[in-house]
């Protein structure tokens, strides 16, 4: 660590996640290179194949081990964060940890500690335990939920990705009253831009960038597009996931090989390249808790390169979009709804150049990444600054 960065408040960042296959690893990176400009953030995090180290990280990512057996790699990761964590206690010396993690002996001995080493601890929501597995979901969903209501009690404080996400968990885990702001998903608007580029006329041409999961409704959208017979259109998949081969067969079942291309994931700088050469970005997911209290990258990046949005009325859509033009909306994901959605944004395809304006502007006054690290930074010294024996 140098001098300059040891007159910053140092902020010590837990993430639960592989690091090198985390699809939206773009969230972590994007909002540590912001706060690294006025603080020292060193983040924890663990691998399934490579060690991978950002370039705009001040500090390199230090990596905690864990085994790759599935019935043992939780146990293994928890021993491992409760061992760095005491070593970096030592060496980083943290104002701030933050924890997004299922790890609650790791919480408890932070509390134990937080007055020898003058700690202020904060737990991330970003997302609901999710997995496809009956038996795994339902550990997961109580060890995070033990987490929680741990951290609203004992901690200084508790971050959400929407205002949605905080209700909801309020409400189903009882949560003690806890200071609190809400930081939410955004984009780099330096990296998504439009191109300037006029598409030209021909195929009206739909953008689904991201994880090809099975519960994300896409294959509703490969429907859809079978039913808009008389519509010259074109779906564009770009990723990987569970849902893949699936929706392989049923593009060939359907006979609409020549309207629905499958594209492998590109590195998140050439991203922006593949949604400008689309008309409009769509996002189809399901009315699930899940969705409803999240907030999707995606939506901020097709904003932000002017694209037009074919959305389902969700609440993590709705709340973003409220009622403005440049949002065609799916009442249902539904291939009927999907598809009438899709014909409302083709009929004011003439319009998408003044829309992509409206889009972009909306994500510039609100949504940037630098927005919320800037919340993230107000929080930091808010906690630093208040007891929290109020609500302990």
């Known amino acids: 660590m140098t001098t300059q960065q040891s007159n910053k408040i140092r902020v010590l960042w837990f993430d639960d996640m592989e690091f090198d296959l985390l699809p939206h690893k773009s969230r972590l990176v994007e909002i540590i290179a912001h706060l690294q400009e006025d603080c020292a953030v060193q983040l924890l995090a663990y691998y399934r194949h490579q060690r991978v180290q950002p370039k705009v990280f001040h500090n390199k990512i230090v990596y905690y081990n864990s085994s790759k057996i599935p019935y043992i790699k939780r146990l293994t990761r928890h021993i491992s964060q409760c061992r760095i ?10 104002n701030i940890v933050l924890f997004d993690c299922d790890n609650l002996i790791l919480l408890k001995y932070a509390v134990s500690v937080r007055q020898k080493y003058k700690l202020k601890l904060i737990f991330d929501v970003r997302t609901l ?3 496809r597995r009956v038996l795994r979901n339902w550990i997961n969903g109580k060890l995070w939920g033990s987490c929680l209501r741990y951290a609203a009690k004992h901690f ?3 971050t959400y990705i ?6 909801h968990c309020i409400k189903k885990y009882r949560l003690h009253p806890h200071p609190n702001i809400v930081w939410t998903s955004a984009v780099n608007p330096q990296l998504f831009c439009p191109s300037g580029e006029t598409l030209p006329s021909g195929p009206f041409t739909i953008l689904y960038h991201g994880i090809i999961a099975k519960q994300r409704k896409i294959d509703n959208v490969v429907k859809a597009v079978s039913l808009l017979e008389d519509i010259d259109i074109r779906f564009v998949l770009l990723g990987d996931g569970d849902g893949l081969e699936d929706l392989r067969q049923l593009v060939e079942d359907l006979g609409i ?11 998140y700088e050439e991203v922006p390249e593949w949604i400008n050469r689309c008309d409009a970005g769509i996002l189809p997911f399901q009315s699930w808790d899940g969705w409803n209290v999240s907030s999707p990258i995606k939506l901020f990046e097709y904003l932000a390169c002017g694209k037009p949005v074919i959305v389902t009325d969700i609440p993590a859509h709705r709340n973003v979009l409220r009622d ?5 909306w799916a009442k249902q994901s539904t291939p009927q709804d999907i598809a009438e959605a899709i014909r409302q944004a083709y009929s004011k395809r003439g319009d998408f150049q003044h829309l992509g304006l409206e889009a972009r502007k909306l994500v510039l006054e609100n949504y940037t990444w ?19 024996v109020n609500y302990s």
């Open 85 to 94: 964590f005491r070593s970096m206690l030592e060496s980083f010396r943290p």
């Open 257 to 267: 090989q020549n309207r629905v291309s499958f594209n492998r994931p590109v590195s």
């Open 129 to 131: 335990p999710v997995d």
């Open 162 to 167: 929407t205002e949605l996400m905080k209700q």
């Open 370 to 388: 630098a927005e919320q690290a800037k919340k993230l930074e107000q929080f930091f010294d808010f906690v630093l600054s208040n007891n929290r």
């Open 324 to 328: 403005s033009d440049f949002a065609f």
């Open 156 to 158: 200084d404080g508790i």
